[in-house]
């Protein structure tokens, strides 16, 4: 069984941080990208950021400067470092990971997490 959980959400002041983490565990083969998406109420889910087994970054303009996304040691790991949140912030955060997994598939899948909350408010 194949899963990515979430941790580090919470509430937060206007000009606080937060550090979210996720780990994927499971008989996986290869993770390709991982990375975060936001789903503010009555919007559409978007990408925060993410960044590929290479390292390369990608981020959406409105968290530029403020957010950072960085893989852990043992690969299977992703962070977002937020700082300076603000309330436009607010939003359940979802984990993805595009990885191949140990069952006979040769095609990489796309996962979710089950989401965590952050809410910015004074």
């Known amino acids: 069984q194949v899963q990515l959980v979430e941790s580090g959400g919470g509430l937060v002041q206007p000009g606080g941080s937060l550090r979210l983490s996720c780990a994927a565990s499971?008989?996986?083969?290869?993770?390709?990208?991982m990375g975060w998406y936001r789903q503010a109420s009555g919007k559409q889910r978007e990408l925060v950021a993410a960044?590929?087994?290479?390292?390369?970054?990608n981020y959406v303009d409105s968290v530029k400067g403020r957010f950072t996304i960085s893989r852990g040691n043992a690969r299977n790991t992703v962070y977002l470092q937020m700082n300076s949140l603000k309330a436009e912030d607010t939003a359940v955060y979802y984990c993805?990971?595009?990885?191949?997994?140990?069952?006979?598939?040769?095609?990489?899948?796309?996962?979710w997490g089950q989401g965590t909350q952050v809410t910015v408010s004074s």
């Open positions: 993805h990971a595009n990885m191949r997994v140990n069952n006979g598939n040769p095609r990489p899948i796309d996962y």
């Open positions: 499971g008989s996986i083969f290869s993770i390709y990208v």
């Open positions: 960044i590929t087994s290479g390292g390369t970054t």
